[in-house]
């Protein structure tokens, strides 16, 4: 395989994991939620830090008459929301859409918490993040919200004795206690939950608590991160503002960020059902401070619509690629056409489960008959057979729209 191919998957891999972006705002920003929702279900109970995030900013937009608004007290959910709005109004939506398993492999040391770019502040250590009280040894029983159901596996993880809570969490920090395949959804205090029975190790102190949610209808996966406080040691660390999972923040909300209600009209996706974004604003997206409302000014931009992975195989006068194409929507797209644009001179000769033709550098790929559709959070494979040297992708567009390229 080429050098540059290695070099090239590798940078994509430090985005798709976090790497660095500019700009914060000041902490304290009021967002509004006006997004819609893309994603399918998070931990709440033991609840996730970006369930707690948003919890805590629904309680505090509507303690200052702003119900609907974004307006966080714990001063690391400030921080989150200065840096990006995105895991305030998707919460559920901390996920890898291409990872298929690789999870070790993909996401390094210090990532684990928020492995994509939006969700990078929730890997920063910090005694503020809400802890939830556990009996050590006991019997949970686990709640996950089922926002979009799917099947899967859900591996739950623990930090090890002796785990440092002020440092990055990494792999070698943990050990998996409890794996369950399809549990079942039943009506929960947030709507409908997955919900299953586990028992907890001993530990005593401050823990975390990493949930892996792998799809086995999709190569997509999610990740949760719940700070826990067990009795002993002097870890909790924390400002104790944890929830305790009944999804309520005070107002009456659900929190789920689904189908129930926040209280204030909204049904927890940032649309009050009357065609307003539930703020009270004029659903510009604009927090007041000349911002798009994005969280951030130069932060992190909101995941692309769709991303592409490509296998490349090359070789002295060509190469052989398997291209992953998956849609990030809640949308199944009905007939696709990708338009890759290629740096190099490279000439496909031909594809297999797709068609193919080629302007310049620029090759287009089309749907066969029997792998039209793109279920939404689904994927589809084609693959194809080209002269010279692979070469960087400067774009690559879906039905027009533009893809982040993954590894």
Request: proline letters at 7%.
């Amino acid at each position: 395989m080429e050098t540059w191919w290695a070099s090239w998957k590798q940078k994509w891999k430090k985005i798709a994991a976090g790497g660095a972006v500019a700009g914060l705002l000041a902490v304290g920003a009021v967002t509004t939620a006006t997004a819609p929702a893309q994603s399918h279900g998070g931990m709440v109970f033991p609840a996730t830090r970006t369930y707690n995030c948003y919890l805590d900013g629904l309680a505090g937009g509507n303690a200052i008459g702003q119900g609907g608004n974004m307006v966080p007290n714990n001063p690391i959910c400030q921080e989150a929301l200065a840096y990006s709005n995105y895991p305030f109004y998707t919460w559920y939506g901390n996920l890898l859409p291409l990872v298929a398993g690789r999870h070790q492999e993909t996401i390094p040391d210090g990532k684990l918490c928020g492995p994509g770019i939006q969700f990078d502040k929730f890997n920063t250590p910090s005694p503020h993040w809400p802890t939830t009280a556990l009996e050590s040894g006991d019997d949970i029983t686990f709640r996950y919200a089922a926002t979009v159901p799917h099947p899967g596996w859900w591996y739950q993880y623990i930090t090890k004795e002796g785990w440092d809570p002020s440092q990055p969490l990494a792999w070698d920090d943990l050990e998996l206690f409890d794996e369950v395949l399809d549990p079942p959804i039943v009506n929960g205090p947030t709507g409908p939950e997955y919900q299953w029975d586990a028992t907890l190790p001993e530990r005593s102190g401050q823990h975390l608590i990493f949930s892996i949610w792998e799809r086995t209808d999709s190569p997509e996966s999610f990740y949760n991160c719940s700070d826990v406080v067990f009795p002993g040691g002097d870890g909790d660390g924390s400002d104790g503002s944890g929830s305790d999972g009944s999804g309520s923040d005070g107002d009456g909300s659900d929190g789920s960020g689904s189908d129930g209600s926040d209280g204030d009209g909204s049904d927890g996706s940032g649309s009050d059902g009357d065609g307003s974004d539930g703020s009270g604003s004029d659903g510009s997206g604009s927090d007041g401070d000349g911002s798009d409302g994005s969280g951030s000014d130069g932060g992190p931009a909101d995941p692309a619509t769709c991303a592409v992975q490509f296998d490349v195989n090359s070789w002295g006068a060509g190469h052989t690629a398997e291209v992953t194409v998956a849609n990030n929507t809640m949308d199944a797209v009905s007939g696709w056409e990708l338009a890759v644009r290629y740096s190099g001179s490279e000439n496909v000769q031909q594809a297999w489960n797709a068609t193919v033709t080629q302007t310049a550098q620029t090759a287009t790929f089309r749907n066969a008959q029997w792998n039209s559709t793109i279920a939404h959070h689904g994927t589809v494979q084609f693959g194809y057979l080209a002269q010279g040297a692979p070469s960087e992708p400067e774009s690559v567009l879906l039905n027009g729209e533009p893809c982040d390229i993954w590894e």
